[in-house]
C-alpha cells in the first residue's frame, strides 16, 4: 500500500491594492484616455515653455545686464522682446484653454455618446445615469484641476521674476484670468457646458458648436467687465494727474464747483499752457480739479476672486442643469 502526495495548491493571489480606477471611472478613461493624454501633452508643453523662459531666457538676459557694470544698457533688446512676447503668448494659450476643453466635452464627452447610443447601453449594463454622468464629469474635473493648478503656479512665477521685462499688467484679460483660480474655474465651467449642451442636443457637432460658442462669448463678456465687480479708488488733484503705470485707470475727468464729476479735459490737454492758463480756464469752466477712478495693483485679489465666483455660479448652473436634464428624460 503505498501513500499517494497530493500536490500543493497554489495560494490564490490577493486583491491588488493601489490607486486603480474601477468601475464607471476606469470605463471613463478607457473611452476618453487619447483626450486626456492630449491634455496632459499640452500641460507639459505649456509647462516646459515658461520652464525655458524663466531659468533659460531671463538668466541670459541677467548675465547680459550683470557684464555692462554701470555702462549704459547693453541688454539685447530682442532677447527681451522675445521673454516679453513669448510670454504673452502663453498666457493668451492658457487664459484660453477652455475653448478647447467646452469642444471636446460637448462633443466627445456626452454628445458622441448620447448620438452613438453607448451611453443607453452603459445604462443597461447596471450603471445608473446619474452615476454614469458623475463619473463623466469626475474624471475630467480631477485632471483638469492638476493642469491648470500647476500652469496657475509656473505662470504666475514667470510673470513675477522681472515685471521689467514683461509687458503685460496685472489688469490684462490673460494675467487677470492666469495668474489665481480663475483659470482652473474657467476649465470647471467650460466641462460642465459641453457635457449639458452634449445632453441637450445629444449630437456630437451641434453641442461642440454650442459649448464652444457659450464659453467664448461668456469669456469675452467677463474680461470686458471684471472691472466692475469691485468698486475703484478716487484719486483726486495731483495724485488724479500723476496716475501709476501699474494702476488700471478706469475714468479720467474734471471735478466742477458742484461737486459733480465730467469727463471734459479741454483745460488739460495743452502741455504748454502755463499755470495761469489752466487756472483762467478752469474758473471759466467752473472747474476745480482733477480726479481718477483707477484700480490700483491691490484691487486684483478682490477682482480675480469676484470674477472667479461669478464662473464657479454658472459652473454649479451647467452642472445642475445637466442632472436636472439627465434624470428628466431616463424617468
Known sequence: MTATSTPAVAAAPGPRRGLRLRGTAWTVWRAHRSALLVWCAYVLAMAGWLLWL??????????EAASCGDSDPCIDVLAAMTYSSDLSMIGTLVSYLCYG????????????????????LAWTQSVTPTRWLAAKLAVPAVVLVLGTTALVLLYRWAWAADRGMVGDEWFYPDPMVNRGPLLVAYALCALAVGALAGLALRRALPALAVALGFMAWFHVFLDQHTRQLWPTTTLTDTAASRVPENAD???????????????????????GASADAVRACMANHEFTGLYAEVHPP???????????????????????????????RTR
Open 249 to 271: 485707470q478706469i475714468a479720467l475727468g474734471s471735478i466742477t464747483d458742484s461737486g459733480a464729476r465730467v469727463s471734459d479735459l479741454s483745460c488739460f490737454n495743452d502741455d
Open 101 to 120: 476643453v467646452a469642444a471636446w466635452a460637448g462633443a466627445a464627452l456626452t454628445g458622441r455618446e448620447l448620438e452613438r447610443g453607448t451611453a443607453q
Open 298 to 328: 491691490s484691487h486684483f485679489w478682490p477682482l480675480h476672486l469676484m470674477a472667479t465666483g461669478v464662473v464657479l455660479a454658472v459652473t454649479v448652473l451647467a452642472t445642475a442643469a445637466a442632472f436636472r436634464l439627465l434624470r428628466r
Open 54 to 63: 524663466r531659468i533659460v531666457t531671463l538668466h541670459e538676459i541677467d548675465q
